[in-house]
C-alpha cells in the first residue's frame, strides 16, 4: 500500500488528465474501485506501454480485494472539502475553495457532488453543469455522479447532452429508479423551457399602439 499511497500523492499534486496511473489508484483508494477499473482497463489497452504495467497491478490488486480503501487512511480533498463547506455562507470564498477542489480532487465523488450542489444553491447551473463533467471524466463509473449530471444538464438547459448518459443509466437503475429519474429529468427540463420563456418574454420590446 506503500506505492499506492505514493500515487495518490501524485494524484493530487499533477493533472489528473496527464497522470493516468495515479488517477488510478487515486481512484481505488478513495474507494471508487469501478471507476478505477474503468481507468486501469484503459491503461491496459492503451499505446503507452510503460503505463501497462501500472494498469495490470491495479486490476490485479482489484481482483484480489475489491476495496482497497483503508477508513484511516484520509481521502485527498475531504479536508478541502470540509473548509469548502464551512465557506458557503460566504459564497466568494466558498467558490474559490471548490474551485481549488476541482483542481485538486476530481476524483472525489463526494467532493464533486459537494461542489455541484453549492453551484446549484447559488443559481449557478452550468457550473453545476461543469463539475459533475468534469468529475464524471475522473470517475466514470460512480452512478452518484451520473444521475446528477443528467439533472443538472437539464437545468443548465443542456438537455440533449444528458441523453447517452440516459441510456447508460438505464440498464445500472432498476425500473422504478429510471422511471423516477426520467420523471425528474423531465419536470426540470420543462421548468428551464418556461423560465427561459419568461425571461425572453420580459425582455422583448413593448408594443407600440398607434
Keep these: 500500500m506503500c506505492a499506492a499511497a505514493a500515487q495518490l500523492g501524485l494524484a493530487a499534486a499533477h493533472n489528473l488528465a496527464t497522470a493516468r496511473p495515479a488517477q488510478a489508484w487515486a481512484l481505488a483508494l478513495a474507494g471508487q474501485p469501478d471507476s478505477a477499473r474503468a481507468v ?41 472539502l470540509a473548509k469548502a463547506q464551512q465557506a458557503e455562507p ?3 470564498q466558498a467558490t474559490k475553495l471548490y474551485q481549488q477542489l476541482l483542481a485538486t480532487a476530481p476524483f472525489n465523488e463526494k467532493a464533486v457532488l459537494a461542489a455541484a450542489r453549492f453551484y446549484a444553491t447559488q443559481r449557478r447551473p452550468s457550473d453545476a453543469y461543469e463539475a459533475l463533467r468534469l468529475g464524471l471524466v475522473e470517475n466514470p463509473a ?8 443528467v439533472l443538472a444538464a437539464a437545468d443548465a438547459g443542456l438537455a440533449e447532452l444528458a441523453q447517452p448518459a440516459l441510456e447508460q443509466l438505464r440498464p445500472r437503475l432498476d425500473p422504478a429508479a429510471y422511471a423516477n429519474l426520467l420523471a425528474q429529468f423531465a419536470a426540470r427540463r420543462a421548468a428551464h423551457a418556461a423560465a427561459m420563456a419568461d425571461f425572453s418574454a420580459d425582455a422583448a420590446p413593448p408594443v407600440l399602439r398607434p
Excluded: I, W, Y
Design 40 to 80: 486501469a482497463q484503459r491503461l491496459v489497452a492503451g499505446p503507452d506501454t510503460k503505463q501497462r504495467p501500472v494498469g495490470q497491478q491495479l486490476l490485479a490488486a482489484l481482483a484480489a480485494s475489491p476495496n482497497l480503501a483503508a477508513p484511516a487512511r484520509p481521502v485527498v480533498g475531504n479536508v478541502l
Design 90 to 92: 460566504r459564497p466568494a
Design 142 to 149: 460512480s452512478l452518484p455522479l451520473e444521475q446528477a449530471f
